[in-house]
């Protein structure tokens, strides 16, 4: 009987680790600060399994609108790029940039959605972050 439960635990387990989640870097709410008029450049992967993409999917969103700063996917690397290759961008890595134009907060939202493999369904996923901006 014992032996039952511990392969039923075991089994659990394992499905668990299956499961796709979304994981961040840098994974903290606050990323590095930024400066009115400086150029800002910040990279964020996602890590956790493949992202879903697709040429209708936004990276995620900034407010406000007018800050400055914007979002894209960054550009998938030249080694990966084949005679067959039809998107271009890696969709598991966000660029932040732009220069901003007036101090406060701005608050980035990246979502999207994984692919599910096997033993997990595909999985929605959505991290908040604040960007401080500094007067010079």
């Known amino acids: 009987m014992w032996s039952l439960r511990i392969a039923f635990v075991g089994i659990l387990v394992c499905i668990a680790a299956c499961s796709p989640k979304a994981e961040f870097l840098p994974d903290g709410e606050n990323l590095k600060p930024a400066i009115v008029g400086v150029p800002y450049y910040l990279k964020i992967n996602i890590l956790g399994g493949a992202v879903i993409g697709g040429r209708d999917r936004f990276a995620g969103f900034v407010t406000p609108d007018d800050s400055g700063i914007t979002l894209r996917n960054c550009p998938l690397a030249s080694w990966r790029i084949t005679k067959d290759t039809k998107d271009k961008t890696n ?40 960007l401080q901006v500094v007067q010079p």
């Open 91 to 130: 969709r598991n890595c966000i660029e932040i940039y732009g220069t901003p134009v007036k101090s406060g907060v701005i608050k980035i939202n990246i979502g999207g959605g994984m692919y599910g493999n096997m033993l997990a369904s595909a999985r929605e996923f959505s991290k908040n972050y604040k």
